[in-house]
């Protein structure tokens, strides 16, 4: 039997239940717990078996640029000491010494509070906003300033940058320096109330991301986020929230939740306290959102009252609201099909777009799959008598590796999807096969992607390219990511360790990591920049190649279920055809001018143009989370790429017609 295996997802807790077996009754990480993780980390990694000078050198980095990414607060003295401080860090683990933590975040303290003064002083009544500012933001093209004087000469520039996102909203002076003052204030109030959990979740996810860009360390918090991504179903209010200057805003109302049911929550609701059935209203503002959430989830049939804020004409309204908390379904990141009727030389013909957002799973019994999902839509599909299929993986992250091989074999008889690399030289590779002989649809077939494709979509879109099942249309190519993940959880609810525990490869014997997977049509779009993809990214693993394991069994020429193969001579076709119309599209045109921009401007901000930019992208977000799900749909079949794709199907659909004796699809 062919093991249950994930992309992000495998119960592997026996791993650490002997080393925590003494610590049954504890709940909280200590220093004494780290070395034994790390272990963990090292037994499953794909790469790396072992703590030596080159992985202590990468986990530093890594745990600096945790400490502060955008190069704002520490200075070089700062990151030397610091440097100083975890070397021969393993040994000091090991050897039950963490302090080399709480001295480093002392350190990032202090800085933040210099920083926090000097805003506070640059802010003043003489403040005078400078709309000529131009700097770079990108920490990867500039060091760490050499000293405090350095360091608030560009945080002049930096807080310029923050006043012109607020006046370019339409705020005045006076409330844009207030709210980016209160910014400064939030971050120093944060760094205080950092806790030893904090600092050991932070140096456990510097150490997995040391060893390469997809295995990380998830926190209690983060893993139960994670559970119910993988899961679309969670426990709570239904509300989308997100953290604005302080507040936790309600952003979108989820259909059928609590909320929306109630009639008493709308989008931009603030909401200032939260308490539960019985006992005390809890203030949160200024508090972390995951900690607003966590109060506000619970389980179905608890209630919840918060306390809101509601902009009422020129002022506001405080109310305070009861919920009853129930199972609520995400059924905005599940599969979903929609139909665009086409009529192209009079020939009118219907066809299916499979939004596809994510490759879910959870590993309940009885829980939701979207590789059963996406069976269902094909079979919808095919009762509405669908002439093609497009299946838009364009913003798909990945997700379950199960679910990406029972998909691709959706579209084939039976055979090899992907190989995962063993650890080791010598260890052979694990082959994933799809085992149903049933083909779910053998018509004209359309995989839209992008550079942000990545995972189980490479999978699914390199296999069905690799048997020549499928077009694949879009950026020039997928992000690049061909490894494979497992996610183990440690006992006594401390987290769970996500680690790289292969390479994977597509029937062709090649690897998708860097190259991706390429369109057979390329399409210009707003993430076509080498900024995006696999190689860009830290400790990145190296491709590889091995031998071809397609299968003939995938292959049906005649009777039920036969399809037809993509011919090169068929994509000339179609490339020539998408590239005229393309080149007439004022759409695209649009697109190609924001790339070019993007490219002009480079790594420098501008706030002049921040000012020009701001204020329009604001208002198309604004009005995009007031549509309803139908105009919604609306909206998403009218987006370019999902246009051009469907003109594409459509010239598939001639040409195989044109080409190939009729069939008829199963």
């Known amino acids: 039997m062919r093991p249950r295996l994930f992309v992000f997802v495998a119960g592997l807790l026996f791993l650490f239940q002997t080393q925590f077996s003494q610590a049954q009754n504890k709940s909280n990480l200590e220093c004494r717990y780290l070395p034994m993780i790390e272990e963990g980390f090292l037994r499953n990694h794909v790469k790396y078996n072992k703590r030596d000078k080159e992985l202590e050198n990468q986990l530093v980095d890594q745990y600096i640029k945790r400490l502060d990414g955008t190069k704002i607060y520490l200075t070089q003295d700062d990151v030397a000491k610091i440097k100083k401080m975890m070397n021969g860090i393993f040994d000091k683990t090991k050897n039950n010494d963490c302090s080399f933590l709480e001295e480093s975040q002392k350190i990032v303290l202090e800085r933040v509070r210099d920083r926090a003064e000097f805003a506070k002083s640059f802010l003043g009544k003489s403040y005078k906003f400078d709309s000529k500012v131009e700097f770079s933001f ?95 179903s969670l426990e709570g209010i239904g509300a989308t929230l997100s953290s604005q200057d302080g507040f936790t805003v309600v952003e979108q109302l989820v259909p059928g939740g609590a909320a929306a049911r109630s009639s008493l929550i709308e989008p931009q609701d603030k909401i200032i306290a939260v308490g539960q059935e019985t006992g005390p209203m809890e203030n949160v503002i200024d508090e972390d959102l995951k900690d607003v959430v966590k109060k506000i989830r619970g389980k179905k049939g608890t209630k919840v009252r918060l306390a809101i804020m509601r902009k009422a004409g020129d002022g506001k309204k405080r109310l305070e609201v009861t919920l009853v908390r129930d199972k609520v379904n995400l059924e905005d990141e599940a599969a979903q099909i929609h139909y665009i009727n086409k009529d192209v030389n009079g020939v009118k013909k219907k066809l299916g777009v499979i ?73 052979v590779e694990q082959t994933l ?67 790289t525990v292969g390479m994977f490869f597509i029937p062709g014997g090649k690897s998708t990591q860097h190259q991706g997977v390429e369109a057979d049509v390329s399409l210009p779009g707003p993430y076509s920049t080498d900024e995006i993809g696999e190689k860009s990214l830290d400790y990145s693993l190296p491709p590889k190649t091995i031998e071809s394991f397609v299968s003939k069994e ?84 009218k987006r370019a790429d999902i246009q051009e794709a469907s003109n594409v199907l459509m010239d598939l659909i001639q040409v195989e017609n044109t080409k190939m004796p009729p069939q008829a699809n199963n």
Not at 395 to 400: A, E, K, L
Not at 614 to 636: G, H, I, M, Q, R
């Open 138 to 232: 990108d920490p990867d093209t500039k060091s760490f300033p050499k000293n405090k004087d350095e360091a608030n000469d560009y945080l002049k520039k930096y807080i310029h940058f923050q006043i012109a996102n607020y006046l370019a909203t339409d705020m005045k002076l006076e409330e844009a320096k207030s709210n980016v003052l209160k910014s400064y204030e939030r971050a120093l109030k944060r760094m205080r109330e950092t806790d030893r959990d904090d600092l050991y979740s932070g140096y456990l996810d510097s150490f997995a991301r040391a060893l390469d860009p997809h295995s990380s360390f998830f926190s209690r918090d983060v893993l139960e986020d994670f559970e119910i991504q993988m899961r679309l």
């Open 355 to 427: 939004n596809f957002p994510s490759f879910y799973a959870d590993s309940r019994r009885g829980g939701r799959s979207s590789a059963t999902d996406l069976k269902n839509l094909i079979k919808n599909a095919r009762d509405s008598k669908a002439d093609g299929l497009v299946l838009d993986l364009s913003n798909n992250g990945g997700g379950s590796l199960e679910d990406a091989v029972k998909i691709a074999g959706l579209f084939f008889k039976k055979g090899n999807v992907v190989k995962q690399s063993a650890r080791g030289e010598n260890k």
């Open 554 to 637: 995938a292959y049906v020429h005649e009777g039920e279920g036969a399809w037809h193969e993509i011919k090169p001579d068929w994509l000339k076709t179609l490339k020539d055809k998408s590239v005229a119309r393309v080149d007439k599209s004022e759409d695209f045109k649009k697109v190609l001018e924001e790339i070019k921009k993007s490219k002009e401007r480079g790594k420098i901000i501008k706030v002049s143009e921040v000012l020009k930019d701001k204020n329009e992208k604001e208002k198309k977000e604004k009005a995009k989370k007031k549509l309803s799900k139908d105009e919604k749909t609306k909206e998403y079949l």
């Open 433 to 499: 096969n799809d085992e149903d002989a049933m083909v779910d649809w053998s018509g004209p077939l359309v995989v839209l992607t992008s550079r942000i494709s990545a995972s189980a979509s490479e999978i699914v879109a390199g296999t069905l390219q690799d048997y020549k099942r499928a077009v694949i249309v879009g950026g020039d190519h997928t992000f690049g990511k061909g490894s494979v993940q497992s996610v183990m959880p440690i006992p006594n609810n401390l987290g769970a360790i996500k680690v």
